[in-house]
């Protein structure tokens, strides 16, 4: 499996990016994905995830309502509209499937199995 993560680049603080994520494997409906990133000097923390099935998505507090998760099975890739981008959000932004199917999504990195090599996102003025 394949993990290929695309779509980062250096942006104003208040522009958008969309980082695509391409899967060269699975029928993406049936497994959780999710969106990771790391700050410079910061942990990786989970940002946002979708689940298998419904594509319920999960978003960390600080990315509500600026960032959007989705997919598109025919493309097998997952995409994660950030929209009003702020300093802070600057880092490397990995994408990670769980290989187990049909569960529900979660921020934790523990739960996935296969993980891009990421794509770097930085908002400056």
């Known amino acids: 499996l394949e993990v290929t993560e695309s779509g980062g680049g250096l942006v104003q603080p208040g522009d958008s990016l969309r980082l695509s994520c391409a899967f060269s494997?699975?029928?993406?409906?049936?497994?959780?994905i999710a969106w990771f990133r790391r700050a410079p000097g910061k942990e990786r923390e989970g940002v946002s995830c979708?689940?298998?099935?419904?594509?319920?998505?999960l978003y960390i507090d600080s990315v509500k309502d600026r960032f959007t998760i989705s997919r598109d099975s025919a493309k097998n890739t997952v995409y994660l509209q950030m929209n009003n981008l702020k300093p802070e959000d600057t880092g490397v932004y990995f994408c990670?499937?769980?290989?187990?199917?049909?569960?529900?999504?979660?921020?934790?990195?523990?739960?996935?199995?296969?993980w891009g090599q990421g794509t770097q996102v930085s908002v400056s003025s």
């Open positions: 990670a499937i769980d290989g187990a199917q049909y569960r529900l999504c979660g921020i934790e990195a523990i739960r996935y199995d296969y």
């Open positions: 494997a699975f029928s993406l409906d049936n497994y959780a």
């Open positions: 979708i689940s298998s099935g419904d594509g319920r998505p």
